[in-house]
Each structure stands twice: as C-alpha cells, then as structure tokens.
C-alpha cells in the first residue's frame, strides 16, 4: 500500500480520513496547511497527496500549483464546490483527480487505487534522437554521453518535443502540455528553450538540435 499525505485541517475530518485510510492499509501522515503540505512533499515525498481546497492559509488553486512548482507527486483533491469550471481550472493547475465533499472513504480508497495504478504504469522505453538519449523512467537524459542537468521543465519539455522528432510542435500545445496552462506567455517557453539550447552547447559543439520555426513552433531534430 501507499505513504499517504493528507492535508486538511478541520480536525474531525482528518481523523476520520486517517483511520480509514489506515485501514485500508495506508501510511497516512497528515497536515493542516498548504504551506506544510509543501514542505512535506519537499523534505520526505508522500506517493499520494490528499489535498483539501478550503486550507486557511492558502486559496485551493494557488496551493494546487505551488505543490506542481515543487513536485510531481500525484495529487487528488477535494473540494465542496462542484463547479464544472472550478473542477476543470484545478485538473488544469495539475490535479490528478478531485472528489466533491461530503465523499465516503471507499471512494477516496479507490481513487488513490486509481492514481497509485496509472502512476505505476511502465513509462515508455527509452528515447533516442541523434546523440540526445532520454530515460523518461529515471528522468535522465544525456547528450553526446554527457549526462545533462535540467529542470523539471526543462525534461519534461525535451521528453514531450522527443516523442515527435523532427514534427514541429507550438509554443501553445508546449503550455497546455507541459505546463498545462491553457493560457500563457510564449517567452516561458523561448526562455526555457534557450536554457535547454545553453545546455546542450555546454556539452557538445554538435548541439543544434532545438530548431525554431519562425511563427510555427519549434522541433526536436539532430542536427
Ligand atoms: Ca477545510
């Protein structure tokens, strides 16, 4: 079974949510505050985050991507607003499912049964383009059989644009995907682009494989 963060402060909730949890066979570890959860999720990684979105110290959206800015840890949240709207902007802020309060804890159980089995699927193998080699599994990628250092972005940008070598792919499918912003600055994009293009150069003189398409996008092709 699964480490588990719940992140609620009414007390009586927690409670019952922990015991439940427990019995399920969960480690259930438990906090009040948005600003604890994330240090939790900073300094010991639950496999599950659990967060309530009526937190007193931060508004559910704003926890939700703060907790995206630090880690990748499946989150499922739980709000009492069934708004169609709201639901649709905390998925987009990177939740990885919700349950509308009041819920029983055999359906939050199945959630997380849900979340642990799509977060524990086999990611796909090894990505090759030229020189660049990506282990999405390990999230490491080497260039020229130098291991590069990269952010969370910055990976995860390279692994989305290296699944379609040489297809030309926009700055807005790049922010909905990767950043999941359905709106955004493009200069997100161009900036983290020419760090990834910075890295490369440290590397290799071989290094032009970012190719941007004036107006288009950008490609992932060696060079
Ligand atoms: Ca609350």
């Excluded at 719940?6 to 949510?17: A, K, M, Q, T, W």
């Excluded at 509308?100 to 383009?129: D, G, M, N």
């Excluded at 909905?176 to 493009?186: E, I, L, P, T």
């Amino acid at each position: 079974m699964a480490v588990l963060l719940v992140v609620e402060d009414d007390v009586s909730v927690r409670n019952v949510l922990i015991r439940d949890l427990y019995a399920h066979g969960h480690t259930v570890r438990s906090v009040g505050t948005a600003l604890e959860a994330l240090r939790q999720v900073s300094n010991s990684p639950p496999e599950v985050v659990i967060l309530d979105l009526g937190l007193p110290d931060l508004d559910g959206r704003e926890a939700m991507s703060m907790l995206r800015s630090v880690s990748d840890v499946p989150t499922i949240v739980a709000t009492v607003r069934d708004d169609e709207r709201e639901i649709v902007r905390l998925l987009r802020s990177g939740a990885d499912d919700y349950l509308t309060k009041p819920f029983s804890s055999e359906q939050l159980a199945a959630r997380i049964e849900t979340v642990l089995r799509r977060t524990a699927a086999p990611s796909p193998t090894q990505l090759t383009v030229g020189e660049l080699v990506i282990d999405p599994d390990r999230r490491s990628a080497r260039l020229a059989q130098s291991e590069l250092q990269l952010s969370r972005r910055e990976f995860d940008m390279l692994v989305y644009l290296a699944r379609r070598p040489g297809s030309v792919v926009s700055r807005r499918e790049l922010l909905s995907n990767v950043w999941q912003q359905a709106y955004g600055d493009d200069q997100t994009i161009d900036v983290h682009l020419s760090w990834l293009r910075r890295k490369f150069r440290e590397v290799t003189d071989q290094s032009h494989y970012l190719h941007t398409v004036r107006g288009v996008g950008v490609k992932l092709e060696a060079p």
